[in-house]
């Protein structure tokens, strides 16, 4: 049986979080960009894997 953990990964810290938020990458739209809230908190940069867009 495998255990299910709720939760997902941070783009900018590589952490499994239960409090996050997810959108699309602003300039490209093509990559789903997920961060914690402590990495939103820090302003954390977070980098776009389709585009290699940055952002804080």
């Given at each position: 049986m495998v255990e299910v953990i709720p939760g997902k990964v941070c783009v900018s810290?590589?952490?499994?979080?239960?409090?996050?938020?997810?959108f699309k990458c602003p300039k490209c739209g093509k990559s789903t960009i997920i961060r914690c809230k402590h990495?939103?908190?820090?302003?954390?940069?977070?980098k776009c894997k389709e585009c290699n867009f940055e952002g804080p």
């Amino acid at each position: 049986m495998v255990e299910v953990i709720p939760g997902k990964v941070c783009v900018s810290c590589g952490r499994l979080s239960d409090s996050y938020t997810e959108f699309k990458c602003p300039k490209c739209g093509k990559s789903t960009i997920i961060r914690c809230k402590h990495c939103r908190e820090i302003s954390n940069i977070y980098k776009c894997k389709e585009c290699n867009f940055e952002g804080p």
